[in-house]
Every structure is written in structure tokens, then in C-alpha cells.
Nanobody, 126 residues
């Protein structure tokens, strides 16, 4: 069992920044990768970014690659998503999710992730 808790969401103006945190607990040693997903109102959930335990190199969706930064602590217990130059279209519930599946490539599909946090709301005002 792995638990994830997101925090750091809130209301920010266009062009602003936020840092989201994802705290892992439980059997964290089994987690191979943690990803961030987001779900805008009325839309499907989509991949945002990910960073694996075995490699520090992150991966990003094209829509955020030049504005967001995903990082991790050395123990892989906390995963961060730093968001800059925020736009109204970034408004969404942001989730972190963990997979126990090992892969050399990024796993961008929801079905690949075993555990999910409760989500944190990010609202970007225009």
C-alpha cells in the first residue's frame, strides 16, 4: 500500500507561480515512478510530468515542458511540481500518482498508475 497526498494548490493570477508537493508514505520503496496528472473542469485527465526513482531525468508533456519543473528529494519521499508562467488553461485539479511498474520510458497513461492522491485545485485567473 502506498499513500500520496498533494498540497500547494491555490488561486494565482496569470503569469504567477505555484509549487505543488506530493508526499509519499507506506511502501514507498516499491514505487518506481511518480507522475503528475491534471484534470480541467469538464475535461479528461491528462499527463503533466513524471520522475522515476532510478533516474533523476524528468519527463514533461509538451504543453508544460518550458514552464513546469518536476523534482524529487533524495529519498524519493516527496515529489514536487514547480509551475511558472501559469495560464488560465492550467486551471485544473492536479493529482500525483505512483506506479510500481518499472519502465525505461515514461508511462503517461492513467492505467499504468497504481496509487493516486486526492488532488489539489489550481486556479489561474485571467
Amino acid at each position: 500500500q502506498v499513500q500520496l497526498v498533494e498540497s500547494g494548490g491555490g488561486l494565482v493570477q496569470t503569469g504567477g507561480s505555484l509549487r505543488l508537493s506530493c508526499a509519499l508514505s507506506g511502501r514507498t520503496s516499491s514505487v518506481q515512478s511518480v507522475a503528475w496528472f491534471r484534470q480541467p473542469p469538464g475535461k479528461e485527465r491528462s499527463f503533466v510530468a513524471a520522475i522515476s526513482r532510478g533516474a533523476y531525468t524528468p519527463a514533461y508533456a509538451h504543453a508544460v515542458s518550458d514552464r513546469f519543473t518536476v523534482s524529487r528529494d533524495s529519498g524519493y519521499n516527496t515529489i514536487y511540481l514547480e509551475m511558472h508562467s501559469l495560464k488560465p488553461e492550467d486551471t485544473a485539479v492536479y493529482y500525483c500518482a505512483a506506479t510500481q511498474t518499472y519502465s525505461l520510458v515514461v508511462l503517461p497513461n492513467e492505467r499504468d498508475y497504481h496509487y493516486w492522491g486526492q488532488g489539489t485545485q489550481v486556479t489561474v485567473s485571467s
